[in-house]
C-alpha cells in the first residue's frame, strides 16, 4: 500500500491526545510462561553446552595466560647468552655468572668459543646454500659440468637401466650430465622433432625426477 | 492509579523521575535536572547498551533487566501489528532469540531500542512473507464492544472513545500503524522510526501525521458509529 501521494498533509506529526489515550488503553503484558521461555533461553546461550560452554567460559583466561608465555618466550629468546652458556656444555663449570672477576673472565672464554661455533656453523650452511643456488639456476653449456663435481652435490650417474630399443637423440648428452640431457630435449622440441623429444623426456625423468626444472 | 514501580525501575532514570516528583508531591515544580539527579541518587541504573555488554560477558542478571524493560511495550508493539496473539507470541520470541544471538557481536553503534525494534521490525516483515495467506482478520472484533447504557457517563465515553482507537487503529494501514506504534511503545525519534522502518525522515513524519490524524478523527466520532467501523 503505498502511501506517498499524502505527504502534502501539513502540521505536526503526533497528537499528544491520541497518544494519552492509547497509553491509558495499551495495557497487555507479555504472559508469564512467553518471559520464562526467553529467560531461560538466555541464560542456556551463556552457559552453553559441554564444550561449547567450557570455551566460553575461558578462551578469554586462556588466551590471556597464552600471550603472556608468548611474551615471555621471546623476551627470554632474545635475552643475552652469556647467562644461558652454563646450562649449554655439561663441561663448563657449573657457576652462575656473576660479578667476580674470575668467573667472568671464564664466561667470556665460553662466550667466544660458543660464538666461534655459531659462526663457523653458519658459514658453513650458507657455502651448501650457495652451491645450491648456483645448480639450480646454473644453465650449463654441454661439457661444463661446472658444480655437479662440488663435493657438497652430487647427482646420481646416468642408470644402467636406461636403455631402449628406440632410437636415442642425446646419446652423447646423457654421459655429460642432466643439464646438457635437458637442453637436448628442449633443441629437440624446438626444431620440432616432437617425438624424440617426448622419448628422451621419458628416460630423463626416470633417470633424474627429482629434477628441479620438472 | 499508583505507578507500576517494577515496570518504572526497569524502565530507567526518567521514567522514575518523572513519577518521583508527583509522588513527593512537588509535582511540576520539580526540575528535570533535579529529579534525574534525585532518582540518579536512588538507583544508579545503567543503560540498555551497558546491560548488552554485560551480558555479552555472561552475566545474565544484566539481560534480565534489560528485557523486563523492554518485554511489554515490544509485546504490545507486535500484537498490534500482527493483529493476533499467537502470531505476536512467535514473533516476540524470534525476536529475542536473534537478540541473544547477537550478544557476541553485539556493539555500542546504535541505540538499542532502535536496535530491538529494527529486528521486530524485520521479524514482523518475515512473517507477514511467510504467512500471506493467513493475515488480515484482526484480533479485534468491533461486535465485542457491546452498545454502552443508555445514559453514557464521562467513564463509559472514554471507555468507548478508547474502543474506538482501539478499532481505527486496528483499520490503520500496515505503515501508518507500524510508525505509530514504533512512536508509542518504542518512543522513537522520527529519525530512528526512519532507521527503522527503512523510509526517510518526511516519509515517517507523513505516516505518522496521516495515522494521528484518523486515530483522533475517529476518537472524536459518535458513540453510534461503534461497530461501523472495520
Known sequence: MNHDGENELPGTGSDPTVSAEYQAMANERTP?????????????????????????????????????????????????????LWTLDPETPTVVPS????????????SSEFSEMIEASSKRMREQEAARDAIILNLNEPGAPQNFSSENFTLPPVPNRVTTNSPRSCTEELTVGPWAWWQCISDLDDAGRHDEASVEMEFFIKAYPDFPEL | MSPDWQELQFKGPEALAAVAGQVIGMGPTLSPRVSVTYSRTMTETPTDSALMLRYKDGDVAAFETL???????????????CRDRDAAEDVFQDVWGKIIKSRTNYRRTAKFTTFLYRVAHNCFIDHVRRNKRHLGKADTDPDQYASPSDEPDLAAEKRLARQRLDIALMAL????????????????????????????????KSRLRYAMNKLKAAMSEPAQSLGNQS
Do not use: M
Not at chain 1, 49 to 71: C, D, E, H
Not at chain 1, 99 to 110: F, G, M, R, S
Not at chain 2, 71 to 80: E, G, P, Q, V
Open chain 1, 32 to 84: 508469564a510462561d512467553l518471559d520464562s521461555a526467553v529467560l531461560k533461553e538466555a541464560e542456556a546461550a551463556v552457559r552453553g553446552s559441554g564444550l561449547q560452554g567450557f570455551t566460553a567460559l575461558w578462551f578469554r583466561p586462556l588466551a590471556f595466560v597464552a600471550s603472556l608465555a608468548l611474551a615471555l618466550a621471546l623476551l627470554l629468546e632474545n635475552t643475552s647468552t652469556d647467562t644461558l
Open chain 1, 99 to 110: 660479578d667476580n672477576a674470575n668467573t667472568t673472565t671464564e664466561a667470556e672464554k665460553i
Open chain 2, 173 to 204: 494501514p500496515n505503515e501508518q500503524r507500524d510508525v505509530f506504534l514504533l512512536h508509542e511503545e518504542a518512543g522513537l525519534t522520527l529519525d530512528n522510526i526512519a532507521l527503522v522502518t527503512g523510509v526517510n525522515r518526511e516519509t515517517a
Open chain 2, 67 to 81: 528485557y523486563r524493560r523492554h518485554n511489554n511495550s515490544l509485546y504490545r508493539y507486535l500484537l498490534r501489528c
